[in-house]
């Protein structure tokens, strides 16, 4: 079955700097990664994912690239703010899979 | 439309004891799913089900149960409960390859 490893587990940066989080994926038919945001005592939510016919997917100033080939999927925020500080997960799906497969989370805490 | 929604919001049990937690969504999704999260920890999959009348084990199935008689509601039992099982829940939904919506997640303390 599909493995979805994520690194790093903690991340802290200033605000205004850019955060990097990184996850690698088993299943090379694998072809949905969403990410989602989890803020302290709160559900997680989406926001932002990215299909396996795209490279790059951008929101304002979040940004999700795809590296098929490599089997791997990164999350780019820039100019961070205080209210980005949560946990992130990624996932990984295929279409056959009726499962999303989620990494273990990035604590990011963005200090002022 | 509402969503995901979750019954009981928090919740404490005495070991032993047994209880139900109640998930409905109203978005006419196929797939629905039950999430237990540890402080500090990770989602992990206790139970799914991909339509009324079919249900699956996920990573963490022991000492929970599951039934899906409607396409709506997917009810989590818990039968003998545990200090381990002191967690929080969560549920969600989704329909084929699209986004997975979570509900707001039950807090359950076991003492």
């Known amino acids: 079955g599909e493995n979805v490893e994520q690194h790093p587990s903690t991340l802290s940066v200033q605000e205004g700097d850019s955060a990097v989080i990184k996850c690698t994926y088993s299943?090379?038919?694998?072809?949905?990664f969403p990410w989602y945001k989890q803020e302290l005592g709160k559900r997680p939510q989406l926001i932002i994912d990215i299909r396996s016919n795209v490279g790059e997917k951008k929101d304002q100033r979040i940004a999700v690239t795809l590296n098929k080939t490599a089997k791997h999927f990164s999350l780019h925020i820039t100019e961070t703010q205080p209210e980005d500080s949560a946990v992130y997960f990624c996932a990984a799906s295929n279409t056959g899979f009726q499962k999303l497969v989620f990494g273990t989370g990035t604590r990011l805490l963005v200090s002022p | 439309n509402a969503g995901v929604t979750q019954t009981p919001k928090f919740r404490i049990l005495k070991i032993g004891q047994s209880m139900t937690l109640q998930c409905t969504q109203d978005?006419?999704?196929?797939?629905m799913y039950w999430y237990r999260q540890d402080p500090g920890m990770g989602l992990k999959l206790i139970y799914y089900s991909v339509g009324a009348g079919i249900t699956d084990k996920g990573e963490v199935p022991n000492g929970y149960n599951v039934s899906r008689s409607t396409t709506e509601d997917f009810p989590l039992r818990l039968e003998l409960a545990a200090p381990s099982q002191t967690s929080v829940y969560f549920c969600?939904?989704?329909?084929?390859?699209?986004?997975?919506?979570f509900g707001p997640g039950t807090r359950l303390t076991v003492l």
């Open positions: 978005m006419n999704h196929n797939y």
């Open positions: 299943d090379s038919a694998s072809n949905y």
């Open positions: 969600a939904s989704r329909q084929g390859p699209d986004t997975q919506y």
